[in-house]
């Protein structure tokens, strides 16, 4: 069974940075699997944030970036801001057969 | 301005039906593939269903399989979920997504990038 590990929680500081990662149960996540981000307040429905490892889509902050760290995906935000508290989703594409999987999800509280 | 708008969801009986419906609005929807992902309660996402832009490779993930079906009406610019045999595990919020746009001799990127506000689903007798 494939499983996408998220780390549970964050915090950031207002104005720090934080990088958030994204790993697979076995093997490493490379742009091969398409790692895409989602951000996600309560109540609400996802937003799309950056899609095929480092494109930040449309209307998305500049400070918002996506990268491969060593084995994992990630997504780093530089200078955060007090609505950046959300909920962060990676999302990989794993193939004909099991097609896409996402993360548990990060919550990130900015304090 | 691009719009998905999903209806169709409610309270349904454990073994009990529903179709869930989503009109999309603002983009034209023959191009595009379509996605169903859900949302159980305090949890986090999981994608359901996928179906081309031409109604081809529907997918659905295992633990529905068998249970739900995916379509598409490319005239009624609508896309669809039929549920059945539904339990008490497939209560979630159900989210319809547009897939980034790709085409013959354009890279597909994979990824979701429009969003429905969701129609709710609840299983329970």
């Known amino acids: 069974q494939t499983v996408v590990t998220q780390e549970p929680s964050f915090s950031v500081s207002p104005g720090g940075t934080v990088t958030l990662t994204c790993a697979l149960s076995s093997g490493s996540v490379s742009t091969s699997y398409y790692p895409s981000w989602y951000q996600q307040t309560p109540g609400q429905a996802p937003r799309t944030l950056i899609y095929s490892t480092n494109i930040r889509s449309s209307g998305v902050p500049d400070r918002f970036s996506g990268s491969i760290l060593g084995n994992k995906a990630a997504l780093t935000i530089t200078g955060a801001q007090a609505d950046d508290e959300s909920d962060y989703y990676c999302?990989?594409?794993?193939?004909?057969?099991?097609?896409?999987?996402f993360g548990g999800g990060t919550k990130l509280t900015v304090l | 301005e691009v719009q998905l708008v999903e209806s169709g969801g409610g309270l349904v009986q454990p073994g009990g039906s529903l179709r869930l419906s989503c009109a999309a609005s603002g983009f034209t929807f023959s191009n595009y593939a379509m996605h169903w992902v859900r949302q159980a309660p305090g949890k986090g996402l999981e994608h359901v269903s996928s179906i081309a832009s031409d109604g081809g490779s529907p997918y659905s993930v295992n633990s529905v399989k068998g249970r739900f079906t995916i379509s598409r009406d490319n005239y009624k610019n609508t896309l669809y979920l039929q549920m059945g045999s539904l339990r008490a595990e497939d209560m979630a919020v159900y989210y319809c997504?547009?897939?980034?746009?790709?085409?013959?001799?354009?890279?597909?990127?994979?990824?979701?990038?429009?969003w429905g506000k969701g129609t709710t689903v609840t299983v329970s007798s």
């Open positions: 997504a547009r897939e980034g746009y790709y085409a013959w001799g354009s890279p597909r990127y994979y990824y979701m990038d429009v």
């Open positions: 999302g990989l594409y794993m193939g004909s057969g099991i097609h896409w999987v």
